[in-house]
């Protein structure tokens, strides 16, 4: 059992209401460091640099590693006004000093309170070492303003930063804004060293010294992390970075996970590499996981009512709470959720037999009263045709790895003869199966899994991604009803209630949510082209965002969308996207929401069409590939008016979001850089690093969105599906 002191821990630290000058003053007041030895370059010392982070009124935490053997070491901390540390900001005596512990793989963590509201301070840590003191390089920090204070607030939100072949050339724009803070929402690292599916082949690259302890995926191509080691080595890896670092040392972050930070598409401790072929979930892998973001980022867990939470001796998910708040003045109510730990597996199962009936005709009279014309027939495939089709469904089975008990009960024709027609391929003309007609009368109809447009036995196709739309409403409605709400459970009730709480009480101008994966709906209306009869319907691009929790996302924006003021930044999808998702049934209910791109990881155009050719069966279509290029004509169709909701999209770029917010307006500038410019270094030629510019705007007590457009405020209506 992981024991409390296993986790790193912010010592406390408390500021005096006195700054003073470097040299002379009370010694029982001032910083306790001697104010006139000689400071030495620490940088080899400090490979990652320094961090703040989680900004108050009165307090910030600061965060540092020191590398230099195997032992515990002694750090110092400074604190300052002024970049030059002339007027170092006065410390309990004692408190200047802190242990960089081997067991926190040396990281240190100082939470700094009695810090004046809204100010800039400075901060160094210095390791002595013999006659030597090595210094770190200074950090930049803000304080956040007071509650009741009438201020413009200037922020930006990053995600999504594959290090793997790939160049941080967002963070060196970044790091040239004016910002009072940065948000984090998630996938600071990713948890694979090479996975060929979205990571590249060349370039610089992730190596786990403790390769005994990864998991090793892909016939032995790449790893995905599972020890502690593996987790640090990543963040000490990414944190390498000079860009990186440079926006650490000038602005405070505010941070979330996603699910790279443990695992691709998780909920919980179950990761889902294997797609149904075996249990994934591993709960030492997430304890691991978590405790090494902690020891990384600049975040604290305590007694102190505004931070992080930690019981590591409770049950997973409960060890940990990441949820908080955070005011900045009377205008901006940050409020940061946690999206994986709680939620539910994806609707859908990986694993499920593609043939077999997951809602037949008795369920569905039950539950809608009719038979919808999604249904398809279904037939009792062990007594149906004295058999014949079970046997040949079992042989099929077992080729992929089936289980032959699957194959039993009821089972959807559509599925029975696109079986019956490959094994007819070996068999002479005398022996034909025939296929069964589905217009033969008296066949009950349903939807199988197949209908969701689950085409593979094992797979994320058709159960995390590229979801037939209309079969996945009926399925997942039914099944929130049924599990009273359980299926969609994404926060868990007790953080749902936090949140409805948190933002119904605020009295900020604008309350923002950090949402970590898209609210506004994703999906693509395949049926004008020329594609077979099962291509030809509406897709979600994916169910592992809200879009795989429709009936939990219309409950919440029907509390959300009567507040005003709420604007949900999000991230997760590698694209730049803006709408104002509403309540399915009353699109006057809705909210602002405002996507972000990722930092350096492959943009959601890349990644459909990995997944096309990656798929035997959707590369085999003509014309997939280019409907993956096209993403985001599909996703923005006038003509299917299919999200209504979505009023931009940009799904083939990298960058960040800068949001400027006020008592008068929210303005969001969607800075942007060509996906492909994340494979070359800019680092030594900045000035070469083209940025793109789109602006956002949001009133108070409003839920609409503005563009700007060549200095005019256009507002996007939803019945035109444009920008008037």
């Not at 306790?32 to 900004?55: I, K, M, Y």
């Not at 515990?72 to 900001?89: I, K, N, P």
């Amino acid at each position: 059992m992981l024991k409390r002191r296993d986790f790193l821990r912010a010592t406390l630290v408390t500021a005096g209401a006195l700054v003073v000058p470097a040299c002379g003053g009370d010694p029982e007041t001032v910083n306790p460091v001697d104010t006139e030895r000689e400071l030495d370059d620490g940088s080899a010392f400090f490979p990652q640099s320094v961090a703040s982070g989680d900004p108050r009124p009165g307090s910030v935490v600061l965060w540092a590693r020191v590398q230099d053997g195997a032992e515990d070491l002694d750090l110092e901390l400074e604190v300052a006004t002024d970049a030059g540390f002339a007027q170092r900001v006065a410390l309990d005596a004692g408190q200047a000093k802190v242990k960089a512990l081997a067991r926190h793989d040396h990281c240190v963590k100082v939470k700094v309170r009695g810090l004046a509201a809204g100010t800039v301070y400075y901060y160094r840590f210095i390791y002595v070492k013999g006659d030597k003191s090595y210094v770190s390089r200074v950090g930049r920090t803000k304080t956040a303003p007071a509650a009741d204070a009438d201020v413009k607030v200037r922020f930006a939100y990053v995600s999504c930063q594959d290090y793997v072949g790939r160049y941080y050339n967002t963070y060196l724009a970044l790091a040239q804004e004016e910002l009072d803070f940065f948000v984090h929402l998630g996938d600071y690292i990713y948890e694979t060293d090479g996975d060929p599916s979205f990571q590249s082949a060349t370039g610089r690259r992730v190596v786990f010294t403790d390769a005994a302890g990864s998991i090793t995926l892909g016939d032995g191509a790449y790893h995905a992390a599972r020890s502690l080691d593996n987790y640090r080595e990543l963040y000490r890896t990414y944190r390498s970075d000079a860009n990186l670092q440079k926006v650490h040392e000038s602005f405070p972050m505010i941070a979330t996970w996603d699910d790279h930070e443990f695992s691709n598409d998780c909920f919980g401790a179950t990761a889902t590499y294997f797609d149904g072929r075996q249990d994934e979930t591993d709960v030492d892998r997430r304890k691991a996981a978590n405790q090494a973001w902690f020891e990384y980022q600049p975040v604290d867990y305590g007694d102190y009512g505004d931070d992080a939470e930690l019981d590591p001796g409770a049950p997973l998910p409960d060890d940990f709470r990441i949820y908080r708040d955070f005011v900045f003045g009377r205008h901006v109510h940050l409020v940061m959720t946690d999206l994986r730990s709680y939620r539910p597996d994806h609707l859908i199962p990986e694993d499920a037999f593609p043939g077999r009936v997951a809602l037949d005709q008795p369920k569905l009279m039950a539950e809608l009263g009719e038979i919808p014309a999604a249904a398809q027939p279904y037939v009792d495939v062990e007594a149906y045709g004295d058999g014949i089709y079970a046997q040949v469904l079992t042989g099929a089975a077992e080729a992929v790895g089936y289980d032959p008990a699957e194959v039993t009960g009821k089972i959807s024709v559509a599925f029975i003869n696109q079986i019956v027609a490959a094994a007819n391929e070996d068999l002479p003309a005398d022996m034909q199966i025939p296929p069964i007609d589905p217009a033969e009368a008296g066949l009950e109809r349903g939807i199988a899994y197949v209908d969701f447009g689950k085409i593979n036995a094992y797979g994320m196709l058709g159960t995390r991604y590229f979801l037939v739309k209309d079969t996945f409403d009926i399925y997942a409605s039914i099944r929130y009803k049924e599990t009273e709400g359980a299926s969609e459970d994404v926060m868990g009730a007790e953080q749902e209630a936090w949140f409805l709480d948190t933002m119904e009480g605020s009295k900020a101008t604008w309350k923002v949510w950090g949402n970590e994966f898209c609210l506004v709906q994703l999906a693509v209306d395949l049926s004008p082209y020329p594609l077979p009869a099962q291509f030809k319907r509406s897709f979600y691009t994916s169910a592992d965002a809200w879009d795989g929790f429709r009936n939990k996302r219309d409950e919440l924006l029907a509390k959300l969308a009567g507040l005003g003021g709420v604007v949900a930044i999000t991230g997760d999808v590698h694209a730049f996207y803006a709408g104002t998702p509403g309540l399915h049934g009353d699109p006057t209910k809705k909210i602002v929401e405002l996507v972000g791109g990722a930092v350096s990881s492959a943009s959601f155009r890349e990644i459909l069409t990995s997944q096309v050719s990656g798929d035997p069966t959707l590369s085999a279509l003509p014309g997939a590939a280019a409907l993956a290029l096209s993403v985001d004509s599909l996703l923005m169709s006038t003509s299917t008016k299919i999200n209504p909701h979505l009023a931009h999209a940009s799904s083939h770029a990298h960058g960040y979001v800068v949001v400027e917010a006020s008592g008068q307006e929210l303005v969001a500038d969607m800075r942007s850089i060509e996906a492909a410019e994340a494979e070359t270094d800019y680092s030594e030629r900045s000035g070469d690093l083209k940025i793109g510019s789109k602006r956002f705007r949001a009133l108070p007590g409003e839920s609409e969105l503005y563009l700007d457009d060549d200095g005019a405020w256009k507002r996007w209506d939803l019945s035109t599906q444009k920008w008037i």
